[in-house]
């Protein structure tokens, strides 16, 4: 899921569903439904259907997208027709909500799509495209992507799902379904073009309509596109060529109603504002020119030269010594003189820009290139403006503008100086939770870079909010404490302050979440060990705090109300793992029961969803409880993951193509198989951990520091989740029971991997928490010294925290993915860093630890990290 911004609101300290406030509901959903129908409403839509109609799970659904001017009277339009045919339709709740869904953040699956019809069959569905058409003609919305226009109007047509069915697509992402004629449930594909199931005739009206449209968009375009950018909802970003020179260039392209800024200014009145712009400020050098604009079928295309070199963001990410552990200072002094300078020829351009007049307005790391002869350049123009002239932009990017610097130069100026922390610790967006980030950032820039204390504290000054806490305040010195003495009453006391945050967030008497967390766990059922209830539950209660009985009768009324789906981490499983250390031992075997419904259509192999998480739960159960039927369950699932690993079977990819390490690969498995040697003493078991771990090191690197991450794509991943600490406790275990001088240098550069001064992210599975958590599981080894501490310190810089007067109700919190919005789930948020700082007190003093029998088997179960 990348449509983080989505769920991203002014005002919430978390994600939610767009629309959850406001009381700007269109006048249909305000007024009582007429006789004989049945209006019922979830976050986002108000569905209206026939008492007595019973429609089919699936067929083909018409949507009417126009502009919010004309979609009051569309909704009109549509509810009178369908009320007196008793046609099935469904509207968005709220104007707000409609706005988003055209905005240029939004996700382009979504734009346009104000009105959904539910047609019962293809004589119904010819009435309505023909009746509607002829009754909102003149009225005009965003193409809806995924569809079939009808005609030139604002309707569109695709065959698809009418009840929310789910499956498992080829990347491990569970998805909207429709069945096919063999009951089979298969996803729903709603790429960015027309297409039909295979086994779904397409009705002679459509096909003709389909040819039609074919033969209008196919036009000439002046560019041969090489490769895709970038894509938004307001368009596309292209690498292109001219034909005629060889030139490359790069094609900025508008669609027409959509990229709706706050002023509900869309995409192509934008990008011919940044044509003007451009040739305004085209004979800079650090401004691209434009060569020219164009229409391509309905959509606006802007050519202008090409860049080359890496974006700002990249250029961190490759060249950022503070993202390895083994960089020394030469390195670091290098680095900073790069940074500085890159930083003036940046301030040098917008002082330029400045001078003709303009507001560049969206100065971010994204819009930032760095050539390759270190000169820098600005992209996309499409917000600058001149003040007193234009109008003020309503698009910026989080962590890189602020409600005391929102217009003029000091907009600019202000992104400037959030440039100036964000070249060395990019997290700026932290600054829109907890304004002391502004000193904190800048204090932690000196440290770990050795940048002059007086130029952070002057960056300081500038970004502190004027209703700011003053500076001379005394430094928050919790983490530093709690790291230096782990078993200590200050450790105590920062979890505790942690755990009060969890049980103040709880929301009981909403369905789709107890605690917020991640959005996914908007839509998944709430219950889930990543993002949901569960893994929060498990996250108190292993940590000694009390857990709510009412809590723990959420997590089982979710549990039984949602579709059954197997899954450690994301499905059933996890909940019945839970429910049982939680001495719910009967529901915990019901639920365990529903899961099973869906194990055999596991094919995925790692923990998250897939066969090893699965069977580490059976495994508990068969233990702790001795019944046969998990035993019989705990054998099938063995021999289906030892097949896969004895004959190196492929791994299915995860949703962000990954296809190793703890949560997606053979990492797990690993873990699996070393258990099963502890129960069984088969040394069977321990040649198919030694082969599932030697299966995701090959997709590991070693640099020439000794460092070992997993590598996927570009990217160099040391995280428990998704990185190679995952393999860090099946390294352990294998090599405590077979001595192996190679796999020992590879769990020394995995150990190393994961001491990095800068992490993006504070959460279990992508962030900071894990890398402690795997350093609480090493202590001792090679390159471990001091990392656990480090850690601990440094989880500051992404602590938010709330207090009341007394000090005694303060709470500590931390961001979710993306830093945008506070998460308590154990996956990316705040669970997750309690579980990890409860390890590592645990590492400090194991005599402590307190763990023994069920409770260890509980806390193995998970696939975490044990210290017991």
Request: hydrophobic content about 40%.
């Amino acid at each position: 899921m990348e449509d983080y911004f989505w769920y991203y609101q002014h005002g919430l300290d978390f994600y939610d569903h767009p629309g959850v406030s406001g009381a700007d509901g269109h006048a249909l959903v305000e007024r009582r439904e007429p006789d004989g129908w049945v209006m019922t409403n979830d976050s986002t839509w108000t569905f209206f259907r026939p008492s007595v109609a019973t429609l089919p799970e699936q067929g083909w659904k018409v949507h009417v997208s126009v502009t919010q001017a004309d979609a009051d009277a569309a909704i009109e339009i549509v509810a009178k027709y369908c009320f007196a045919r008793s046609v099935p339709f469904k509207v968005l709740t709220r104007r707000q909500t409609h706005l988003r869904q055209n905005s240029k953040n939004a996700p382009r699956g979504r734009s346009g799509k104000l009105i959904t019809i539910y047609p019962v069959d293809p004589v119904e569905l010819r009435a309505v495209l023909d009746e509607l058409n002829t009754a909102l003609e003149g009225k005009r919305g965003p193409y809806v992507l995924s569809d079939l226009r009808w005609r030139n109007g604002p309707l569109y047509v695709r065959y698809g799902g009418f009840d929310e069915m789910y499956a498992v697509d080829d990347r491990g992402r569970r998805v909207l379904a429709v069945r096919r004629p063999d009951g089979t449930l298969v996803p729903d594909s709603r790429g960015p073009s027309f297409r039909t199931p295979p086994w779904v005739e397409l009705p002679d009206y459509l096909a003709e309509q389909q040819l039609m449209a074919k033969s209008e968009t196919t036009g000439p375009m002046p560019y041969t596109v090489r490769k895709a950018l970038h894509f938004s909802n307001g368009g596309g970003i292209y690498l292109a060529e001219d034909p005629a020179s060889g030139k490359a260039v790069v094609l900025r392209e508008a669609r027409p109603f959509a990229g709706l800024d706050g002023a509900g200014h869309d995409a192509v009145s934008r990008l011919h504002r940044e044509h003007r712009t451009l040739q305004d400020l085209g004979d800079l050098d650090f401004v691209p020119t434009p060569e020219k604009v164009f229409t391509c079928w309905e959509h606006h295309f802007l050519a202008q030269e090409y860049v080359e070199g890496l974006t700002l963001m990249e250029f961190l990410s490759v060249h950022n010594p503070a993202t390895r552990g083994g960089a020394g200072a030469d390195e670091y002094r290098a680095y900073v003189d790069t940074a500085l300078d890159i930083v003036d020829q940046i301030g040098k351009a917008i002082s330029a820009i400045h001078d003709r007049g303009y507001v560049y307005a969206d100065l971010h790391p994204r819009n930032v290139m760095v050539r390759p002869d270190g000169r820098v350049a600005l992209v996309d123009f499409e917000v600058a403006y001149r003040p007193g002239l234009d109008p003020e932009p309503t698009i910026a990017c989080p962590g890189f503008v602020a409600k005391h610097a929102l217009s003029g130069r000091s907009r600019d100026l202000y992104a400037l100086d959030c440039l100036r922390v964000a070249v060395f610790l990019p997290l700026t967006q932290m600054l829109d939770l907890d304004p002391e980030k502004a000193v904190e950032l800048p204090e932690a820039v000196t440290e770990i870079f050795g940048v002059p204390q007086q130029v952070t504290t002057d960056l300081a000054e500038r970004l502190r909010p004027p209703s700011a806490t003053p500076l001379g305040s005394r430094r928050n010195t919790e983490f530093a404490d709690a790291a230096a003495n782990p078993q200590g009453a200050e450790m105590r006391s920062l979890t505790d302050a942690m755990a009060r945050a969890i049980a103040a967030s709880a929301t009981p008497e909403r369905q789709d979440r107890l605690f917020p967390g991640d959005p996914r766990a908007l839509h998944d059922g709430g219950y889930t060990m990543a993002h949901g209830a569960a893994g929060v539950l498990y996250a108190l209660a292993s940590t000694g705090r009390p857990v709510e009985e009412h809590h723990v009768d959420w997590l089982l009324a979710a549990a039984r109300r949602t579709p059954a789906r197997a899954g450690l981490w994301d499905g059933l499983h996890g909940v019945a793992l839970v429910l049982h250390g939680l001495g719910r031992e009967q529901e915990a075997c019901e639920i365990l029961e529903k899961a099973g419904e869906k194990t055999a259509d596991v094919n995925s192999v790692g923990l998250h969803d897939g066969l090893a998480g699965i069977a580490l739960v059976l495994r508990y159960m068969a233990v702790v409880t001795g019944d046969s039927r998990w035993q019989d369950a705990l054998a099938a699932i063995d021999y289906r993951l030892a097949v896969i690993v004895s004959t190196s079977g492929d791994v299915t990819p995860a949703a962000d193509g990954a296809r190793a390490g703890l949560m997606h690969g053979l990492a797990g498995a690993a873990l699996f198989f070393l258990r099963r040697h502890q129960d069984t003493g088969d040394d069977a078991y321990l040649r198919l951990a030694g082969r599932a771990i030697e299966a995701d090191l090959e997709h590991c690197r070693v640099d020439a520091a000794g460092e070992v991450a997993l590598v996927q794509g570009v990217r160099s991943m040391p995280y428990l989740g998704e990185g190679s600490g995952g393999l860090a406790e099946a390294l352990a275990l294998y090599l405590r029971r077979v001595p192996d001088e190679r796999l020992a240098t590879w769990q020394t550069g995995v150990v190393r991997a994961c001491r990095s001064p800068f992490i993006v992210e504070p959460g279990l599975l992508q962030g900071r928490a894990g890398l402690v958590m795997v350093q609480a599981g090493n202590m001792g080894q090679p390159g471990s010294a001091g990392a656990g501490a480090d850690h601990v310190r440094r989880l500051a810089l992404h602590a938010v925290r709330r207090g009341d007067a007394t000090g005694a109700g303060r709470t500590v919190a931390f961001p979710g993915h993306r830093l945008l919005r506070l998460s308590m789930d154990l996956a990316s948020g705040t669970a997750g860093v309690l579980v990890a700082l409860d390890s590592y007190a645990r590492a400090a003093d194991p005599a402590a630890a307190g763990l023994s029998g069920k409770a260890v088997t509980w806390a193995e179960s998970t696939g975490l990290p044990s210290t017991a």
